[in-house]
């Protein structure tokens, strides 16, 4: 029933390994990544197809920052109700590096120069991240199951799995007009860290963290 919440024996929050990664897991990933990292990824790769169609590429590589093997996705009744990425500091790192010399090789619709320049005007668009910090890349969930507590839930394994990595914080970056989002971060735990602004593109970003004080557990995966 719309609206109704979902009780936690309803939902399982599962890896990639846990599912079968078919072509219609990977559209769903590219759909909620897209939704995700806007306004930022249609400013930077030029319109919403081209950006579709440069995920739908990235998420098949398991060295992007968006890779679906990354991803961790609430199922329930068989479908996909939501997910995230989170990545350690150190894997963040790498893999922007590997997404950065993927955007300057790529033949496309935007040139090696153009791409150089928007890349330019945004690198300060967003907050730094320690070595030590988990980073929250992406998080969504499907339209159909908003309102439901999906989120919260979502939020809750992100914070376990960190912690179990032993991270010291987790950090995220989000659009500062979002208040949905930025209410239900604040309800977790999180505080701001700092704000950015770019003048061309206009974005207006927020960095948030929350301290963690698990001890160390499973390990961060290496995607490579």
Known sequence: ???????????????????????????????????????????????????????????????????????????????????????????????RSADLLALLTARGPVSRAEMQARLAATRNAFGVVEPGDAYLSKIWVSDEFRGRGISRALVSSLLALASSWGAARVVLDVHAGNAPAIALYTRAGFERVSHQRTEVPALEYLTLARTLGAAPGERSPDYG
């Open 1 to 95: 029933m719309p609206g109704t919440r979902l009780r936690v024996t309803d939902a399982r929050v599962l890896c990639v390994e846990e599912l079968e990664a078919g072509d219609a897991f990977l559209a769903t990933v590219v759909e909620g990544v897209h939704a995700a990292g806007n306004p930022y990824l249609d400013y930077l790769f030029g319109a919403p197809d081209v950006t579709r169609g440069v995920l739908h590429a990235w998420v098949r590589r398991r060295s992007s920052e968006v890779s679906a093997h990354r991803a961790r996705v609430l199922q329930t009744g068989g479908r996909i109700a939501g997910g995230y990425l989170l990545l350690s500091g150190d894997d963040l790192r790498r893999s």
